[in-house]
């Protein structure tokens, strides 16, 4: 994993803002170190903890423990007589849990090696960390062990950039037996508590340290366990209780231990045959999307609760995905709604979750600070100091021009693979104001596209999908000036009017609705096949028009997400496979974001020519809807290969460095690492290469399974409310219910 900055921030500049024959640079910070490629770090939830591979966190580092969006715990560092331990070997056991085995180094009087050091921690419903010392030494050793812990209450926003100094107000609070230290931090309505506890007071405080002094007879055992209490935010559903023996002993849960995480386990298919490599990267995506769970109550809040009792499922808490660790363990529409549709074919509980959380935050007025609109489904929701302070808009931000409509999309989608009308129906004040938020607001000029701007000192750029500063060029470089109209929002737009004319058929009864939607796309299709063509290159759509109506010239892989949304004809569709084969998008591991070609293609640019792996996902499976099975297998089978480099698990992005120059894909060095679209991206390739689809009330199987892939067995996958074992080789498939 990594432990630098992922996405670029808000305060990265604005396209437009400079004159037309300028590109700016990039925003250049000095940033705080990293903890190494060997980092690791532990998550649950809504919180995650980040060391080095001693398990230490040192001051003025990127790691610690962040909970909500606040580092608790920025300094939190072992050692033995005042020295650094030497690591012997360290390492996940869980995504939620990791051991370090750890020894002295020479000191004076004690040899290296003579006193073994464990730490063994894990993330629930708070942090726990058991320390414990053995001498290997044939008399009695004395030594001093120091815990030495800090805080700095830092905003999520900051640990990325610059922390500001709060210290004067931080207030501490040392327990007089040694049990454990408190610190506290409050301005205005900010109020914030860390609570570090031990089982077995230290001998003394000194400053923030717990200092044990200890002598340690032959062959003794040691043992201290520290606990961080994390508080429960008002619509969180409470989190795991879980105990040192269930895990890292494997002894059974007790009744309030119970793991959320091992039922949806059981709930979500398994693949039981097939290549190891395919099994490999299935079982890890599953792993991590499990991990990544977010549970809400809204329950705790009457207005939803009134909206969830309408729909029927008042009592259960709504299952979410968070987006990815470290910087996105938290609410991100665009995200969330992409890791539900790749998971859709399999199992439909996310959709659910996501659905019905998105509809609750649904903007219902304008905002400039919050870049919100009426109808607009949300981007992200922070809960920091920043945040809570209003100086950030990320309470509920709205700064994405393309939720919306995938938020269409996957209702469209839930609908096809569980016939849930009551769910429609329910949903269709919702489904209403999105529709509107199309036409009217995200028309921002009128001409019948849906472009962006952002209106917040602290907004968004690009409010695409390529969302960094630089994600959307002229093939130049050239940064286009505001509003822009990307092509792929227009693609999204036509396809959630054609999926809500079908619910419109179906569970809403209403043709008048069917047909105007049918109008409405069929005027975009024309409009768009027109203004977005270039004939140059052998043929392309522009990656979006500028704010003076120029088309984006920059040939790139949003290519694909046109095939995805059948906005395309099929004469041209031929030509897009093509493009998104050659050689200058086609790195070989997978589709570049940016064409090598172009002069602003940068192989470790973050949306300007690195592999994206849930944009691929897209990609073959638009590939597919136009009959393009092997060039879509093709894109398949490479990133199933770049898998195997990073033991199974895709991560958020690589680098777009051509397969012919090294044997493993090149990692992109600030890529979230588990992310949720790039964990949910095996499942929708193996959704396309099965031909996996709902038509009409009924799982159809068309299946083009790579030889190097086998034979396929899927066991307990979800459709319909009932359980189905799907199982192809080659063109060759069949479905049967579960246990038939």
Known sequence: MTNTVGRPTPADPTPGAAPPDQTPSPVVRNLPPDLGPDAVGIF???????????????????????????????????????????????GL??????????????????????????????????????IVLQCFERKPVPVRLR????????????IKESVRDRSALITRDHAADGSGLTFRYTNGGFSVCAEVRVDTPATRVEGDDLVWDLELRPNETWRCNVTVPLELWPLDAAPVRRRFEEVFLGAPAGPEGQDHGIEVRRRIPRLRDGSELL???????????????????????????????RIGRGDDPLLLCSAGLPWFLTIFGRDMLITAYQMIAFWQDLAYGVLV?????????WDDFRDAEPGKIMHEMRRGELTQLGLKPHSRYYGTADATQLWLILLSEYWRWTGDDQLVVALREHLDAALRWIDEYGDLDGDGYVEYATRSPQGLGNQCWRDSWNGVLFANGIVPYLPIATCELQGYSYDAKLRVAELADGPLADPALAQRLRTEAGALYERFNRDFWIDDRGGYYAVGLDGDKQRIDSLTSNLGHLLWSGIVPPDRARILAHQLLSDQLFSGWGVRTTAS????????GYHMGTVWPHDNSIIVHGLARYGFREEANRIVMAMLEAAKHSNGRLPEAFSGYD??????????????????????????????????????????LDPVVPAPLGRILLTGSNAFGKRWDIEAVGDQADIRLSGS
């Open 44 to 90: 649950e939830g809504m919180s995650f903890l980040i060391s080095n591979r001693v398990g230490d966190v040192p001051p003025g580092s990127i790691g610690g423990l962040v909970h909500h969006d606040t580092r608790l715990l920025n300094r939190w560092e072992l050692t033995l007589d005042d020295a650094p331990l030497l690591v012997l070997a360290a």
């Open 93 to 130: 056991v869980h995504d939620y849990s990791a051991s370090f085995f750890l020894a002295n180094a020479e000191l004076p009087g004690l040899a290296a090696n003579t006193v073994g050091v464990r730490r063994h921690r894990f993330i629930g419903e708070h942090v726990h960390e058991r």
């Open 147 to 158: 815990l030495a812990v800090g805080t700095d209450f830092a905003d999520l926003f900051e």
């Open 279 to 309: 099994r490999d990267v299935y079982d890890r995506s599953v792993s991590d999307l499990v991990a990544m769970r977010i549970y809400k109550d809204l329950r705790k809040e009457p207005e939803f609760r009134t909206k969830l009792l």
């Open 357 to 365: 959380m998105l509809a609750t935050h649904q903007a219902t007025e």
């Open 597 to 604: 070609s172009d002069p602003a293609f940068n192989p470790i």
């Open 659 to 700: 397969r012919s120059l090294g044997r493993s894909p090149v990692q992109y060095p600030t890529a979230c690492n588990p992310q949720a679209w790039a964990s949910g991206a095996p499942l929708l390739f193996l959704r396309t290469v099965l031909g996996l689809d709902a038509v009409d009330g009924q799982v159809r």
